[in-house]
C-alpha cells in the first residue's frame, strides 16, 4: 500500500510530527511504502480562486511543490493528514496547499456539486492543541479542524477510518502511551499487511 502522510505542522519534533512519525513507523514496519510531507517545507504559491482546476483536474498555476503534492495524492492508496490547531481550526499552511489541490481532489459536476476523485481511499485524521480537555471540545478548538479536515477528505472521496486527537499540550514533554498506542492501532488496522 502506497501511503501519504500530509505533516502540517511547523515543529519538527512537536506532537502532531511526532504521532504521525509514529504511524510512519509502524505502516513501514508492515511493509508499506509511506511518504512523509512537511507542508511547512513546501514552496508553493497561494490559490488564485480561477477555477481552472474545476475543468482542468490540476492546477494551471507555474509548476512548484504543489503539483509535486497533486501527483502523490493521485498514486497514493491512503492518506494521513497532521495539522496543530489554529483559531479552530487548520494550519494555515496546510489551508494553502489544499486550495491548491482542490482540482486533484474533486471534480464538478454540471450543477457545481462535488465529485469525489478518492473514492476508495482511507484517511486518517490526527490534531493536537494546548487547550485541555473537556474545553479543547466545549470551545471547539479539536473538534473545528477535525470538522475541516474531514470535510477536504470526505468531499474528496476518502473514508475516513480514523481520528487521533491530543487536547492539552501546552507544558506536555512526551506523547502519552495511550496516543502512541492509538497511532500505532491505526496504522495497523487501517493499513494491514
Aim: glycine share 8%; charged share 20%; hydrophobic share 40%.
Amino acid at each position: 500500500m502506497n501511503i501519504l502522510i500530509l505533516n502540517g505542522s511547523p515543529r519538527a519534533n512537536g506532537k502532531i510530527s511526532q504521532i504521525l512519525h509514529c504511524i510512519e513507523k509502524e505502516a513501514c514496519g508492515n511493509g508499506h511504502s509511506v511518504t512523509f510531507i512537511d507542508a511547512h517545507s513546501l514552496s508553493f504559491l497561494s490559490c488564485k480562486g480561477c477555477m481552472a482546476c474545476r475543468s482542468k483536474t490540476q492546477c494551471i498555476l507555474p509548476a512548484d511543490d504543489a503539483h509535486k503534492i497533486a501527483d502523490l495524492i493521485q498514486k497514493c492508496d491512503a492518506i494521513v493528514v497532521g495539522s496543530p490547531v489554529y483559531w479552530g481550526n487548520i494550519s494555515g499552511e496546510l489551508k494553502r496547499l489544499f486550495d491548491r489541490l482542490v482540482g486533484v481532489m474533486m471534480g464538478e459536476s454540471k450543477m457545481g456539486l462535488p465529485l469525489p476523485l478518492h473514492k476508495g481511499k482511507n484517511a486518517v485524521i490526527v490534531t493536537a492543541c494546548t487547550t485541555p480537555f473537556p474545553f479543547n471540545v466545549l470551545a471547539e478548538q479539536t473538534t473545528k479542524a477535525v470538522k475541516a479536515l474531514r470535510e477536504i477528505l470526505s468531499y474528496s472521496g476518502f473514508k475516513i477510518k480514523a481520528k487521533i486527537i491530543l487536547p492539552g499540550t501546552k507544558g506536555m514533554k512526551e506523547l502519552p502511551p495511550k496516543i502512541e498506542k492509538k497511532s500505532r492501532r491505526a496504522a495497523r488496522h487501517i493499513f494491514p499487511c
